[in-house]
């Protein structure tokens, strides 16, 4: 089956502008997660989303948004953008909310934003 | 606060062993996973430990003692495509979000 799918795998933006990425889960998978990659940080939570509805929300300004759709698809949204904003963006899909227990993230290969 | 250390940068020789070390501090807590990650690609799962003690899951294994906030990733007969980053994230026990490392690059010589 088609693992998690991200749009677009590049682009580069200026500062000021903003910009959407979207995410395409596994099917059946009902929870998207969002994290931001940076060399040297590790992954960094954005938020979870689990049937349409934000669950949990990481400490990012509120530039950073997202929003997940009936089919379970998911887009995050930058406005304003900065220059530490330049990072690779990955969501990640599993079947559950986020809860105890071995609930294993399936990612997708990431969106890399590059602010100039 | 939340702290996952892991060493930057690592090398071994190809057929060799390699383990791979992550310390924790967290408020909490609710299991360990280990993720592998490619240059370019995704992060995929390897292991996830809740409980002391060692999962062998064929090359690979992991160690957990939550006594000492402390686990390993055990690499053996290693290979070229061994060679890539690998994760480690926390659980907390409260919100069960993952708090990750930053990774630990491991470069495989012949």
């Known amino acids: 089956k088609a693992g998690v799918t991200q749009t677009p795998r590049y682009l580069i933006k200026t500062r000021g502008q903003q910009v959407t990425l979207s995410c395409s889960p596994i099917?059946?998978?009902?929870?998207v997660s969002w994290y931001q990659q940076t060399p040297g940080q590790g992954l960094q939570f954005l938020f979870e989303?689990?049937?349409?509805?934000?669950?949990n929300k990481g400490n990012f300004p509120g530039r950073f948004s997202g929003r997940q759709f009936s089919n379970s698809r998911s887009e995050m949204n930058v406005s304003t953008l900065e220059l530490g904003d330049s990072a690779l963006y990955l969501c990640?899909?599993?079947?559950?909310?986020?809860?105890?227990?071995?609930?294993?993230?399936?990612f997708g290969a990431g969106s890399r934003l590059t602010v100039l | 606060g939340q702290n996952i250390d892991q060493p930057t940068e690592m090398t071994a020789t190809e057929g060799a062993i390699v383990q791979i070390n992550c310390t924790y501090q967290?408020?909490?807590?609710?299991?360990l996973f280990w993720y592998q990650q490619h240059a370019g690609e995704a992060p995929t799962f390897l292991s996830y430990?809740?409980l002391d003690g060692l999962e062998e899951k064929g090359r690979f294994s992991s160690f957990l003692s939550r006594s000492k906030g402390y686990s390993y990733l055990l690499l053996k007969e290693l290979q070229m495509k061994d060679s890539a980053s690998y994760l480690c994230?926390?659980?907390?026990?409260?919100?069960?979000?993952?708090?990750w490392g930053a990774g630990t690059k491991l470069i495989i010589k012949p």
């Open positions: 990640a899909s599993s079947l559950e909310l986020g809860g105890p227990g071995a609930n294993v993230l399936t």
């Open positions: 099917s059946g998978h009902r929870s």
């Open positions: 989303y689990f049937s349409e509805t934000q669950r």
């Open positions: 967290t408020s909490g807590f609710n299991g």
């Open positions: 430990n809740v």
């Open positions: 994230a926390v659980k907390r026990d409260s919100n069960y979000q993952l708090i």
